[in-house]
């Protein structure tokens, strides 16, 4: 996996803007892929992508089978809160197309954060969800978040094996429906 930085992630604005974060990804097949927060300017683009999932895919990250109401539903999700989520899109260089997600929220606190990553069916099993998930990483960590979460259905093996492979520990909920993931962050200096 080739990676190229083309920007640092700084500290946090007081403001609570969106943080600069760019980062140029080389997928499995050598296509190009930039890293970057998502614009409001990006609701036609994530609504293709959206369109290029399989309903599994859509279930596996919206628990949700109707693509109608998920693209009816887009704006609400391209408008992250300001200070609180953090969005970050995976757009091919050419042609512009936007094929993957990360989401970071945090509670209101700061100390613990949600995360979740989705990759469009045609360029998932490329690195790009890994590394999502390590940029999601990296954000939670320079906004000094001290425990990340995630919720998983229990048949996504493939996030379940993800999410393992970077250290998040895993538990059921009550009914088996739902795994819970969890991992302390360090911070230094």
Known sequence: ?????????????????????????TLRDGTQAVVRP???EDLPAWRAMLE???PQTLWLRFECHSLPRLLADAPQWC?????T??????????????IGEGRLCLEPHGECGEFCVMVADP?????????????CLELATALR??????????ENARMIALLQSRG???HKDAHGQVLFAERRLDHFG
Do not use: N, Y
């Open 168 to 170: 998040f520990g895993l």
């Open 85 to 98: 989520q953090w969005v970050l899109v995976a757009e091919l260089l050419a042609p512009p197309r936007i």
């Open 1 to 25: 996996m080739e990676v190229q930085e083309t920007r640092q992630l700084t500290d946090p604005e007081p403001s609570g803007e969106a943080h600069p974060f760019v980062r140029v990804f």
């Open 38 to 40: 998502m614009q409001p």
């Open 123 to 135: 360029w998932q099993r490329h690195g790009l969800g890994r590394f999502l998930t390590d940029c």
């Open 52 to 54: 290029a999932c399989s």
């Open 145 to 154: 978040v001290r425990r990340l979460v995630a919720e998983v259905l229990p």
């Open 79 to 83: 408008l992250p809160k300001l200070g």
